[in-house]
Nanobody, 131 residues
């Protein structure tokens, strides 16, 4: 059973930067190569939305248009940790941010941005952008 724990959320001024972390554990054999990982977010009063995704083995990445050029997903295999680097933050980025994991096959079928295609979720971390 994969477990995900996000951290790093806080209040940040508009124009600033923030890096979120998602520590993964519980994968069979301690490797996450069979998974794709993603970040989603839920703004206040709105539905949860896709932010970006990548495979743990590396390669292609996908981002929502609203964060392209500002957000970057990466992972550190040695620490089993996924990151979301967020630059040039705007008020509209205020949300609870979640990391999630899905079977790699779903990712390659193009289902990387579908919330209901993810099997494992973290508890979320709050990011508030002040102006």
């Amino acid at each position: 059973q994969v477990q995900l724990v996000e951290s790093g959320g806080r209040i940040v001024e508009a124009g600033g930067s923030l890096r979120l972390s998602c520590a993964a554990s519980g994968a069979s054999g301690g490797t996450y190569n069979a998974y794709a990982m993603a970040w989603f977010r839920q703004p206040p009063g709105k539905e949860r939305e896709f932010v970006g995704a990548m495979t743990w083995i590396g390669g292609s990445q996908y981002y929502h248009d609203s964060v392209k050029g500002r957000f970057t997903i990466s992972r550190d295999k040695t620490k089993s940790t996924l990151y979301l680097q967020m630059n040039n933050l705007i008020r509209e980025d205020t949300a609870v941010y979640y990391c999630a994991a899905q079977d790699l096959a779903k990712y390659y079928k193009g289902r990387y941005n579908r919330e209901n295609e993810y099997d494992y979720w973290g508890q979320g971390t709050q990011v508030t952008v002040s102006s």
